[in-house]
């Protein structure tokens, strides 16, 4: 616990929906749902005014249709929530060497290990400024909160939403955590709250007034003591700056679920053939494999296997996801397969016949290639940007859709109307709103779903590129 309120907490304001109301003013100050559209989707992000009905993140989307069904409903844009979220830390690394990002859209900051504030006054102003920025830079809003420790900054921004800054003083810690749920302190989930409850226990207050022996009796000797601290704000957690890359990884979505064993099987391997070429052409080897499956309900399984040195052979890697994959359930079908290799070692650690595998590969222009992604994959996994794959369309080698898909919300250009975005489709038919983050709300049309002048299209940046060049947000697309 620090004496000054150097630890920052930042986290976008229900980053999703309103990176969507941004793009689209026709949405503007409207019930915004974004997640799996489908019958078995779920919520990833609602903007407040959808929040008013009860709907919230996590919450079937049929549940939500049920309390919001005004609401748009639009499938999430990964790539670009991942272009968003590259400018925020950006900032934040100006900030400071020390930046923890907890997902896409929240992050710790050590401001005093940036040398950038020391007490109260520096710290605020630097929350202040931060703000400003994002605001400008991506044309989105962030909450910031400021306090002595990662629990607090992290409590702080949360009374801070939407678009707020609290910073909460040195030495108020206890009075402001002592009528707070027993939920609000890390290391108490659902099961420990309820295991409390149902012990007498309900505030911070009552843990205190307990005292330390009782938790340790409750909760077990080091889960026991880890909650006591936290209640008498006793965290001295530090902010760890992100990881090198840990692991190398693909995935893929299927628009449509795969039953077949046999279908399920051969992705498998096409996926460890991938992914071993991405592994290649970073120079790296490991000795983890991992298989996730996700499957039709959305539960997402993640199996691995370790092997007794670091390879890059992919005959050793489509074996071992086979057999990983032997040992799961696929009855009702897979919505996402993806394969890993963490673990990581440089080739330099490697024997000679390693190295001579290298430079073989390397002669695969079609290898070199990817290289560039693999540090993009790599922090996606860093950054927790699983959230935000829910819908993602499959990639070039995926399963060849027979028709083209207008996913609510996606982006697209018609030859003679411009940009505008997917507002929904069905019966051959997809109606598109013809808006720009720049524009005022736009007209809806409709076309036939193989209409020759309509076209997927990248994301428009929410704040206006300056003329003469500068960074397309596009580009994390590539
Ligand atoms: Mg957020």
Do not use: N
Not at 35 to 59: C, L, N
């Amino acid at each position: 616990m620090r004496t000054a309120p150097t630890i920052l907490h930042l986290d976008m304001d229900a980053f999703f929906a309103q990176a969507e109301q941004a793009s689209k003013p026709s949405l503007r100050g409207k019930a915004v749902v974004v997640g799996g559209i489908g019958p078995r989707g779920v919520v990833a992000t609602a903007s407040y005014e959808a929040r008013v009905f009860g709907v919230h993140s996590a919450m079937p989307t049929a549940q939500a249709r049920r309390l919001a069904p005004h609401a748009a409903y639009l499938t999430p844009r990964g790539g670009f929530y991942r272009s968003i979220s590259e400018q925020v830390m950006g900032l934040l690394r100006q900030l400071s060497p020390l930046v923890e990002p907890l997902s896409l859209d929240e992050a710790f900051v050590d401001l005093e290990a940036g040398g950038v504030a020391w007490d109260s006054a520096s710290s605020r102003l630097v929350g202040v400024r931060l703000r400003a920025e994002i605001r400008e830079v991506t044309g989105l809003t962030g909450s910031v909160g400021l306090a002595g420790s990662k629990m607090l900054a992290k409590i702080a921004s949360e009374q801070a939403k939407p678009d707020g800054l609290v910073l909460i003083e040195p030495g108020t810690e206890r009075a402001l955590l002592g009528p707070m749920s027993v939920r609000t302190l890390p290391g108490v989930g659902p099961a420990t709250g309820d295991h409390l409850r149902r012990a007498g226990i309900a505030t911070v207050d009552e843990i205190v007034e307990a005292g330390e022996d009782e938790l340790v009796r409750l909760l077990g000797k080091a889960h026991g003591h880890g909650v006591y601290a936290m209640a008498l704000a006793r965290d001295d957690r530090p902010v760890v700056a992100e990881r090198e890359a840990k692991s190398v990884s693909v995935e893929d979505t299927y628009d449509v679920d795969i039953h077949d064993r046999t279908r399920i099987g051969l992705e498998v391997q096409r996926l460890a053939e991938r992914c071993v070429r991405r592994l290649r052409g970073a120079h790296l080897s490991g000795r983890t494999i991992v298989l996730k499956v996700r499957r039709y309900d959305f539960s997402t399984l993640t199996r691995s296997e370790t092997l007794r040195g670091p390879t890059d052979d992919v005959a050793v890697v489509r074996e071992a996801a086979a057999r990983l994959l032997d040992a799961v359930d696929t009855t009702g079908g897979v919505r996402l397969l993806g394969v890993g290799v963490s673990g990581l070692a440089d080739y330099t650690q490697e024997d000679l016949f390693a190295q001579a595998a290298e430079a073989a590969a390397a002669a695969d222009a079609a290898e070199s290639a990817e290289t560039a992604e693999v540090a993009r994959i790599v922090r996606e996994r860093a950054e927790g940007g699983q959230e935000a794959e829910a819908d993602r369309p499959p990639g070039p080698e995926g399963a060849q859709p027979v028709e083209r898909r207008w996913h609510p919300g996606h982006d697209v250009r018609h030859t003679a109307y411009g940009p505008g975005w997917v507002q929904g489709s069905g019966l051959g038919r997809v109606t598109v709103r013809f808006e720009t983050p720049y524009s005022g709300p736009g007209r809806v049309r409709t076309f036939r779903v193989d209409d020759p002048d309509l076209e997927p299209a990248e994301p428009l940046p929410l704040v206006p590129e300056p003329s003469g060049g500068g960074e397309a947000v596009g580009r994390a697309h590539a």
